[in-house]
């Protein structure tokens, strides 16, 4: 599991923005994907990776979709902190994520994540860079909860992540997701905030299958899977 889906942990995250009405369901799945060495990298990629580390320091190399994108992926441990770096075939960054403590994190982000977690505390924070951006993710703690929160330098909130009582999903959402659990059980339900839309992702219980339901705040539903063990 790499540092980002420790912060945004639920595949809930995965949403397929702008699609409307109800998606198939599909399978899904952590695949085993094979461990590769440095020679059978491509000589692009083996040059772009040695500007973040040595290949002793390179403790992991897979080759998976990355967000749709083909990419290797590179698990690295350098002075004693953690990171990742995903790079395409033609030596260009795509993605990276570091555990950085919470002072190294710009002062407007930081605020911005001191307040959210305010009578609790905060479990952990990374830096990513994705898309062209980098933005600064914490994982709070606060009664007895787990919530995840990615924050701009600026202080901009980009993503969220937290459960929520069924209760508190706006009345369409529920009806859906109720509709959705008949005949099984709901065994959580998050709110999850990213690119600026809000959805509600449950994982439903039903037929000897978990499903993983995400529903938009008028019903729809945005991404359905089924969550195999």
Request: proline share 4%; hydrophobic share 35%; no cysteine.
């Amino acid at each position: 599991m790499n540092l980002r889906q420790i912060l945004l942990s639920t595949a809930a995250l995965v949403i397929a923005a702008g699609i409307a009405g109800r998606a198939l369901p599909q399978e899904k799945q952590e695949e085993k994907e094979p461990i590769l060495k440095m020679s059978q990298v491509p000589p692009k990629v083996q040059q772009t990776i040695k500007t973040y580390a040595t290949e002793a320091e390179i403790k992991k190399i897979t080759k998976g979709d990355v967000d749709g994108t083909m990419a290797y992926e590179f698990e690295i441990e350098k002075g004693g902190r953690k990171s990742e770096v995903s790079i395409t075939p033609d030596g260009k960054v795509l993605s990276t994520e570091e555990e950085v403590p919470l002072s190294e994190v710009p002062e407007a982000a930081r605020k911005v994540i001191n307040a959210r977690a305010a009578g609790g505390k905060v479990v952990s924070t990374e830096k990513a860079f994705e898309n062209g951006k980098t933005s600064f993710g914490a994982v709070i703690e606060k009664g007895g909860k787990q919530s995840e929160i990615s924050v701009t330098a600026d202080g901009k909130i980009v993503g969220s992540e937290e459960d929520i009582p069924l209760a508190e999903v706006p009345e369409a959402a529920r009806k859906t997701i109720n509709a959705q659990a008949s005949g099984g059980k709901i065994i959580s339900t998050k709110k999850v905030l990213e690119d600026g839309k809000t959805v509600f992702a449950v994982v439903i219980e039903k037929g000897g299958k978990r499903l993983e339901v995400t529903v938009a705040p008028d019903g729809k539903v945005v991404d359905t899977e089924v969550i195999k063990h």
